[in-house]
């Protein structure tokens, strides 16, 4: 069956739907948004249904279906649990001409009703022609995921100018490109951005200035996350997938670039060379040449962009040269390693506060605050301490924090060898020599840390000097 596809304007048309369950609720719901005057037939309706009859918002036949209820209906829509009453519907629509549809039966339907990405006013709708629907449903999240929400502010906004539009680009040719360069181009971040009145002007100017001005780049600050993809914003998928040019870290794992667009260059910016990584000068130079020759770069780091990660450095660089910036925040890995071991940072018996620190660097180390290292009441969850684990403790049992104060160490956070080790700060450095803990490693100190033992549920879990054994048991469990 080849189905013509449709897009109806019910505006103050009156249509029925037949059936007073939860499914004709939905029904109706739709037509309503559409503008239609609805009508339900059915003996009883739902408490909300039932509303919207008492509100005025809908119209209620009560009673069996007759097909007198269809006189005067522009389409309908069976929606009840018996099949003989929707084929009865679907026949008396048909002997008036009347579109019918039937839910969940594509052979009674006159017309079917799509899946649908709503981007109002842009909707991109989907079928099977009722062959496999919840295939459809799976072309519809993936258009979900890839399709922009701003695109409908754009459509919105084009619609607003399109007589000028039409009248500044007179030539089919002339329009095309402009539309090329509107989907393209600076105005779709702006409304991205909420940046609305900006993203208007640019447009109205754009068309007085006759030729489409060549497409600046940009460079989207964009977080990657702990690592594992399913925790990838959809901002961050867009952006991926957009990129022309990519930098990453060494951080960003293989399965989070293997989202990106296949033809997207990438740079591993975060690479050793001889020993040494990329200065942060050249990196900005690299992102300021890349976007100036007109490209959408991505620059894409571990966690958050603007959680140790210098991104701020970036962002100000990229401001200060005049380049297009957005930044789009990641998890990051406080919250993905807490999460993934099962620790409620700020779980209300035990933490007041959480504060987020590094002790990168011996001076670093040293220099951290005694109060903040101190403070019972709040977990500390410290970035890049591996190598500095043994002067870390040092420090955190000088400045008051108990011997026996919980400790946690996630060790590649959220990916397939995530390993948490779970111990109190007394044997903490003897702990990482003896699981040869390596980077990237996250500490969190204080009492929150000890329901890792009894709530981690990722990966390996390892509880003072036990044997490691799959996370999700309790570390009392028999693991024979
Ligand atoms: N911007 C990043 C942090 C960069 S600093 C973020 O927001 O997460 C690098 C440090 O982050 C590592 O040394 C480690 O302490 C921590 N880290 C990053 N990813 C991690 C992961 N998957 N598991 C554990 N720690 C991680």
Not at 207 to 236: C, I, N, R, W, Y
Request: proline residues 5%; hydrophobic residues 50%; contains cysteine.
């Amino acid at each position: 069956m080849t189905l013509y596809p449709l897009f109806a304007d019910l505006d103050g048309l009156p249509v029925l739907v037949v059936g007073g369950g939860a499914v004709a609720r939905r029904k109706a719901k739709a037509l309503l948004d559409a503008g239609a005057r609805v009508t339900v037939g059915a003996p009883r309706l739902d408490v909300e249904l039932a509303q919207w009859a008492d509100d005025g918002r809908v119209a209620w036949r009560r009673g069996e279906f007759v097909p007198d209820w269809l006189d005067g209906m522009w389409l309908a829509i069976a929606a009840t649990d018996e099949r003989a009453l929707n084929a009865s519907v679907a026949a008396a629509a048909a002997a008036r001409r009347i579109f019918a549809n039937v839910v969940d039966d594509a052979a009674l339907s006159r017309f079917h009703v799509p899946a649908v990405v709503d981007r109002a006013p842009l909707m991109v709708a989907i079928s099977t022609a009722g062959a496999a629907p919840a295939l459809a449903r799976r072309v519809r999240e993936t258009l979900e995921r890839t399709l922009d929400h701003a695109l409908g502010a754009l459509v919105a906004l084009a619609q607003r100018h399109r007589a000028r539009i039409v009248q500044r680009r007179a030539d089919l040719s002339g329009r095309r490109a402009f539309y090329d360069w509107l989907h393209d181009g600076p105005v779709l971040p702006l409304l991205r951005n909420a940046r609305q009145r900006e993203a208007e002007r640019m447009l109205l100017d754009a068309l007085d200035a006759g030729t489409a001005a060549p497409l600046e780049g940009s460079v989207a600050l964009v977080g990657a996350g702990p690592g594992h993809p399913g925790l990838l914003t959809l901002q961050a998928l867009r952006a991926l997938n957009e990129a022309d040019v990519i930098l990453h870290d060494q951080l960003v794992s293989a399965d989070v670039l293997a989202l990106a667009r296949r033809d997207a260059e990438r740079i591993d910016v975060g690479k050793r060379c001889g020993g040494r990584h990329m200065p942060q000068e050249r990196i900005h130079r690299l992102l300021l040449a890349h976007a100036r020759e007109g490209r959408r770069v991505v620059r894409l780091k571990g966690g958050d962009p603007f959680v140790f990660g210098r991104g701020g450095e970036e962002l100000a660089f990229l401001r200060r040269h005049g380049v297009a910036c957005e930044v789009v925040p990641g998890i990051t890995a406080a919250l993905a390693c807490a999460a993934f071991a099962g620790i409620p940072l700020t779980h209300r018996e035990q933490a007041q506060s959480l504060c987020l620190l590094t002790a990168h660097g011996k001076d670093d180390a040293d220099a951290l605050d005694g109060r903040v290292l101190g403070d019972r009441r709040q977990t500390l969850a410290v970035y890049m301490g591996v190598e500095r684990i043994a002067a870390l403790t040092d420090r955190l049992l000088a400045h008051g924090r108990a011997a026996d104060t919980p400790v946690a160490i996630i060790e590649n956070g959220s990916l397939p060898r995530q390993r948490v080790i779970a111990g109190v700060l007394g044997e903490l450095p003897a702990l990482a020599r003896m699981h040869a803990v390596a980077t990237p490693a996250l500490l969190i100190v204080g009492g929150v840390a000890a329901c890792a033992a009894s709530q981690a549920w990722f990966g390996e879990l390892v509880v003072g000097n036990a044997p490691a054994m799959p996370a999700g048991r309790m570390p009392c469990e028999e693991t024979a």
